[in-house]
């Protein structure tokens, strides 16, 4: 893991820094409860709770915000991969598919496990510098340890010249 991964790493799982850095660059996130529960360079956990501001009509958690919870999970696995970057890497996300299979209403955990999988199509990028795309799968169990939803997102990364 190199130094800068490092660093990442200790700013992602600092409640203080990631707080402010989610109130300011993601708000709606922020407000909804959505917060890191475990970030390493292979996976990641995003929990996002049930409560007055995550919630819909039927009781349960606003599907917004479960795949917000879902995008996080993958999306911290991307900036780890390109935060400090030489050269830099963009990324995008270019679809976001999202199947719901239980009703979430208590705190959902959302796992992402595709760390390497990002890693080498960052690397790819850097080498060939051509866009590369991967597809991120998140899944988010209730308490009981019960899917409840799988989101499928498709990111792409390119290095910048």
Same mark, same amino acid.
């Given at each position: 893991?190199?130094? %800068?991964?490092?660093?990442?790493?200790?700013?992602?799982?600092?409640?203080?820094?990631?707080?402010?850095?989610?109130?300011?660059?993601?708000?709606?996130?922020?407000? %909804?409860?959505?917060?890191?529960?475990?970030?390493?360079?292979?996976?990641?956990?995003?929990?996002?709770?049930?409560?007055?501001?995550?919630?819909?009509?039927?009781?349960?958690?606003?599907?917004? #915000?479960?795949?917000?919870?879902?995008?996080? %999970? %993958?999306?911290?696995?991307?900036?780890?991969?390109?935060?400090?970057?030489?050269?830099?890497?963009?990324?995008?996300?270019?679809?976001?598919?999202?199947?719901?299979?239980?009703?979430?209403?208590?705190?959902?955990?959302?796992? #992402?496990?595709?760390?390497?999988?990002?890693?080498?199509?960052? !690397?790819?990028?850097?080498?060939?510098?051509?866009?590369?795309?991967?597809?991120?799968?998140?899944?988010?169990?209730?308490? !009981?340890?019960?899917?409840?939803?799988?989101?499928?997102?498709?990111?792409?990364?390119?290095? !910048?010249?």
């Amino acid at each position: 893991m190199t130094p %800068s991964q490092q660093k990442f790493l200790s700013l992602a799982r600092n409640p203080f820094k990631m707080g402010f850095f989610m109130l300011t660059q993601l708000p709606a996130a922020f407000f %909804s409860g959505v917060r890191v529960n475990k970030i390493e360079s292979s996976f990641s956990e995003i929990t996002v709770p049930f409560f007055w501001f995550s919630k819909n009509p039927f009781r349960s958690t606003y599907f917004a #915000c479960l795949a917000m919870a879902a995008e996080m %999970s %993958s999306g911290l696995l991307a900036l780890l991969h390109v935060y400090r970057s030489n050269p830099s890497v963009s990324m995008l996300v270019l679809t976001v598919k999202g199947n719901f299979h239980k009703k979430a209403t208590g705190k959902t955990i959302f796992r #992402c496990e595709n760390g390497a999988l990002i890693e080498d199509a960052v !690397k790819k990028a850097k080498e060939t510098g051509e866009g590369i795309t991967v597809e991120s799968i998140s899944k988010g169990y209730n308490e !009981k340890g019960e899917l409840v939803a799988d989101f499928t997102v498709l990111w792409t990364f390119k290095a !910048k010249n």
